[in-house]
């Protein structure tokens, strides 16, 4: 599956709406990323070794594994728990048809989906990162009052359709040409980073449209 979904995207801009905690902090710092990267790894390197049969229980063994241990140090476990059932379905793909590379499937085409998603938001006036961000932090749609707000948004919001557009386009092409040990690292290199890219892409246009209405008196400004 892909390392972030649309789901976890929004999740992650809704915490960074709150001010809460940072891409970084949100995904479970430095051992999240590390967590959410090892089952593929696994899957990759253990399927190399000694076939599908045996990459599918890697990468299942370590997902629980992943979940169990956050599980004794009373750790967040709705990610990890979101991760065994990510990896269960892509396994389960795997096993149907017997192709190693249709482990990353649903994830590659996840990612069509959201970048489609986040397109059409944008096609039809309602860009998805002001509506997550603005729902967020309470401000409601106020923002779409004012359309060089919308514009900061608009911009936003196409910054993650090519960050899923990306995924997709690479993994495709991967996926195609049989490249299974690519895919891992592309799934990998692809997840994260990217995302902490549309993140920050997110916060400019919220950060912008702030300003921007409160010029023009949608939003009342702050007391000195």
């Known amino acids: 599956m892909q390392v972030t979904s649309s789901q976890e995207t929004a999740a992650v801009v809704q915490d960074a709406g709150r001010g809460k905690k940072t891409v970084l902090e949100q995904v479970g710092g430095t051992k999240g990323v590390i967590y959410s990267a090892l089952p593929a790894l696994v899957f990759v390197v253990a399927n190399g070794v000694g076939g599908l049969k045996v990459g599918i229980l890697a990468a299942l063994l370590v997902a629980g594994g992943i979940a169990a241990r956050r599980l004794v140090r ?46 059409l938001s944008v096609v039809l006036r309602w860009p998805l990162a002001g509506l997550i961000w603005n729902a967020t932090t309470g401000k409601g749609v106020v923002w779409r009052a004012d359309r060089r707000s919308r514009i900061y948004y608009d911009i936003a919001t196409l910054v993650l359709a090519a960050v899923f557009g990306a995924r997709f386009a690479v993994q495709q092409y991967l996926y195609q040409a049989d490249e299974v040990g690519s895919l891992g690292f592309a799934k990998i290199a692809m997840g994260y980073p990217l995302l902490a890219v549309g993140v920050l892409a997110v916060a400019w246009a919220a950060r912008a449209s702030d300003k921007r209405l409160k010029a023009v008196g949608l939003l009342p400004a702050k007391r000195t």
């Open 74 to 119: 009373r750790e967040s476990i709705q990610p990890a728990l979101g991760g065994v059932f990510g990896v269960a379905v892509a396994a389960g793909v795997s096993w149907y048809t017997g192709s190693a590379k249709d482990f990353f499937l649903i994830g590659i085409w996840a990612s069509l989906a959201g970048a489609v998603a986040f397109v």
